[in-house]
């Protein structure tokens, strides 16, 4: 197995919580990633620690169907997700910070267990696929967001 670890920053016009409780309920994924095709809930328990989610992606022409769990939930800042049955597992982490004069800072850090032979690509140009995804979805996420809620910043 490779590693390939993605990270991509992206600046929104928007309070944190407002942001984060948009990308914490997963559900939205479909809305905003170019790769997630469907995400339902699969257990009871609310947003927190354990929850899992059953999902289809596609990616560099692959059809997945995945399992996710969130590993780490800290409301309001920080939320890590993970793939627990693919053959190429993943760790998916979103991190907002309050920027300076408002705003949120959002980071998106993908680190991917790459199955040699999963695709026939090599490893540099899966990698710049993955950036340039992340790139593209955090881009799409901010022009919804920032269009949905209008912000003093954007009233005139």
């Known amino acids: ?3 390939i670890s993605v990270k991509q920053c992206i600046f929104i016009d928007l309070p944190t919580e407002e942001i984060f ?3 914490s309920n997963l559900e939205n994924l479909v809305d905003w990633s170019s790769i ?3 995400l ?3 257990s009871p328990e609310t947003m927190q620690v354990g ?3 059953q ?3 596609h990616f560099l022409s692959k059809w997945l169907a995945l399992t996710f769990e969130i590993v780490e939930y800290e409301a309001g800042r ?3 997700i993970k793939s627990t049955s693919s053959v190429s597992p993943c760790l998916c982490c979103y991190q907002l910070d309050p920027a300076e004069g408002g705003g949120t800072n959002l980071s998106q850090e993908m680190t991917i267990q790459h199955a040699e032979g999963f695709v026939k690509l090599s490893l540099p140009v899966v990698q710049s696929a993955v950036r340039r995804q992340l790139e ?3 881009f799409t996420l901010k022009e919804m967001l920032e269009a949905r809620i209008p912000t003093s910043r954007q009233v005139t």
């Open 78 to 80: 920080y939320l890590a």
């Open 40 to 42: 339902t809930k699969a």
């Open 1 to 3: 197995m490779l590693t």
């Open 21 to 23: 409780a948009y990308i």
């Open 136 to 138: 593209y979805d955090l």
């Open 36 to 38: 997630v095709a469907t």
């Open 51 to 53: 929850a899992t989610f």
């Open 55 to 57: 999902g289809t992606v």
